[in-house]
């Protein structure tokens, strides 16, 4: 199952979810006695929100905090190695840094 089938199961799960707690909810409401809702219904309505929050909320985080940790580490490495290394430079900082010997010393 591909990464993409995975997450539009959950975010249609995590919808129906909530839809079928609101229409508990409603369809509660006008059963007698009209205009109170019973503990249970509630209950179900609090377990819908649940498990959709957990659903879309724990992907969404998972996913920040990949993408947060690998432009971190990508930041980091453009920072320590801004460009190519090579052996010339040194070998021409070495050459610049040092005084000229002209042999009169």
């Known amino acids: 199952m591909t990464r993409d089938r995975k997450e539009n199961i ?22 007698e006695p009209v205009g109170e809702i019973h ?34 580490r990508f930041s980091e490495y453009e920072r320590h190695h801004h460009r190519p290394h090579r052996v010339e430079d040194e070998v021409i900082d070495d050459i610049t840094d040092k005084p000229i010997d002209d042999g009169e010393n």
């Open 39 to 72: 503990d249970s219904v509630l209950w179900v309505l609090g377990q819908c929100f649940i498990y959709a929050g957990g659903a879309l909320g724990i992907a969404n985080y998972a996913r920040s905090a990949a993408k947060h940790e690998v432009d971190e």
């Open 10 to 31: 959950t975010v249609y799960s995590a919808v129906a979810m909530l839809v079928f707690g609101v229409v508990l909810t409603s369809i509660a409401f006008f059963i």
